[in-house]
């Protein structure tokens, strides 16, 4: 039986960021849909994590970024159209228990935040789709 990772995200009118909390991860695997539906499977341990989300409206696969760290898998997704989300997953559903805002990146829609602080991060990875 899976588990699931605890995730963080945050947005900014033209992209959404999207950490997955998953300390010395194996096997990272994500995957992301032009419909907006954003996979994720890894191990830990002796345990697997999978998580699947769909987000609150289509991307842009192709611009999508990945970095897998020691403590994190951080993804940059970009947003097929630039507007500001209400919530990370489709209106008709609710942000699972395991889904949390991330303060540390989040911006308000009047806010002129600027992008996050990628120094030190690898993307060479692809995102699957």
Same mark, same amino acid.
């Given at each position: 039986?899976?588990?699931?990772?605890?995730?963080?995200?945050?947005?900014?009118?033209?992209?959404?960021?999207?950490? +997955?909390?998953?300390?010395?991860?194996?096997?990272?695997?994500?995957?992301?849909?032009?419909?907006?539906?954003?996979?994720?499977?890894?191990?830990?341990?002796?345990?697997?994590?999978?998580?699947?989300? *769909?987000?609150?409206?289509?991307?842009?696969?192709?611009?999508?970024?990945?970095?897998? %760290?020691?403590?994190?898998?951080?993804?940059? +997704?970009?947003?097929?159209?630039?507007?500001?989300?209400?919530?990370? +997953?489709?209106?008709?559903?609710?942000?699972?228990?395991?889904?949390? +805002?991330?303060?540390?990146?989040?911006?308000?829609?009047?806010? *002129? =935040? =600027? *992008?996050?602080?990628?120094? %030190?991060? *690898?993307?060479?990875?692809?995102?699957?789709?």
């Amino acid at each position: 039986m899976s588990r699931h990772p605890e995730v963080k995200w945050a947005q900014r009118i033209d992209k959404v960021y999207i950490t +997955v909390q998953l300390p010395d991860a194996k096997d990272a695997k994500v995957n992301l849909e032009p419909n907006g539906v954003f996979t994720f499977s890894g191990s830990a341990g002796t345990n697997l994590y999978e998580l699947k989300l *769909d987000l609150n409206d289509k991307v842009n696969v192709e611009a999508s970024k990945i970095s897998v %760290g020691v403590r994190s898998i951080f993804c940059i +997704v970009e947003k097929a159209e630039a507007k500001w989300w209400k919530k990370l +997953v489709r209106d008709d559903q609710r942000a699972p228990h395991f889904v949390k +805002v991330d303060w540390d990146k989040w911006v308000d829609e009047d806010d *002129d =935040g =600027g *992008d996050v602080n990628l120094d %030190g991060m *690898d993307f060479s990875l692809d995102i699957k789709q």
